[in-house]
């Protein structure tokens, strides 16, 4: 299997209001985002270009994410009860995608240097 990766970035604020008010993140703050969606195709699916996918074939998803997630409050803008953690994130990204990109088989957030949440199926 080959994999290639794209990193997108945006901002946004939530609040993980279901979680106990004293937790740190039940009280609205914001994160720097980064996404990556990866995508995989086995050696005889790539194109006559030798690509799973051209990179740029990509740029809808980034238009999306920009007009979609940045600078927005995330409780207003993932399906309505869905908490906007990182990993439902990452899977309701995957879901709203797969089909515009069927070789997608990773999506990847990250709100801070040092943490990353996965959805692969």
Request: a negative charge; hydrophobic letters at 35%; one cysteine or more.
């Amino acid at each position: 299997m080959l994999s290639i990766t794209k990193e997108f970035h945006f901002s946004a604020s939530h609040i993980l209001d279901v979680l106990p008010s004293w937790h740190q993140c039940a009280r609205f703050h914001g994160h720097n985002y980064i996404v990556e969606l990866e995508l995989s195709a086995t050696p005889d699916q790539l194109t006559e270009a030798g690509f799973v996918r051209d990179y740029r074939e990509l740029d809808p998803f980034k238009k999306w994410l920009d007009e979609t997630l940045d600078h927005r409050h995330l409780n207003e803008v993932v399906p309505p009860g869905l908490s906007p953690s990182s990993e439902n994130l990452a899977l309701w990204i995957f879901e709203t995608w797969q089909g515009r990109f069927p070789e997608l088989s990773a999506v990847s957030i990250s709100e801070t240097p040092k943490t990353w949440a996965t959805y692969r199926p």
